[in-house]
């Protein structure tokens, strides 16, 4: 455990600390605490900085993979949470809006959504999900926002 602790800030490039480890000098827990550690670092508010949406959070440890993460791990995470983690509200290709609420099965690009708005932007009375994967039809166009652990975004309570 302390192995873990000491080494998560080590990067497979060499260019992490406290000892420059390369990738298989790393631990495999460690490489994976790193991995959560900077989704962490990224999504939730602190004092000195503001959270970056989900979505971009995951852009930000793809682009950094060849670098800094274990492409196993990163692919082994994409796999659990998706592009799109669970609380990425989205806007799909009818103009239908909703919450992914997880990650998808059979492809991180088609998670499972619960549908908010129709395609004209009223409201549904009732909870509707979608399965994106099996609706080959609808893909994600955008994200608007996400609820994850962003204190100043709204709340699902303000978006129901």
């Not at 873990?4 to 497979?12: G, K, P, T």
């Not at 670092?41 to 970056?52: F, G, N, Q």
């Not at 998808?104 to 994967?133: C, F, N, Q």
């Amino acid at each position: 455990m302390l192995t873990v602790i000491e080494s998560h800030h080590e990067r497979i490039d060499g260019t992490g600390y406290p000892y420059g480890l390369k990738l298989g000098e790393i631990p495999i827990e460690a490489r994976i605490a790193s991995v959560a550690d900077v989704y962490d670092a990224l999504t939730t508010v602190r004092i000195y900085k503001e959270s970056v949406p989900l979505h971009r959070a995951i852009s930000i440890i793809i682009e950094n993979t060849e670098y800094q993460f274990d492409r196993t791990v990163v692919t082994a995470f994409l796999n659990a949470v998706g592009m799109y983690p669970p609380g990425t509200i989205v806007q799909l290709s009818d103009n239908r809006v909703g919450i992914v609420i997880a990650a998808g099965e059979k492809s991180i690009l088609r998670p499972r959504v619960l549908l908010k708005t129709d395609e004209y932007g009223d409201r549904y009375d009732d909870h509707m999900v979608l399965d994106l994967a099996d609706n080959a039809h609808l893909f994600i166009r955008s994200t608007i926002d996400d609820i994850g652990k962003r204190k100043d975004s709204f709340t699902l309570r303000e978006f129901h």
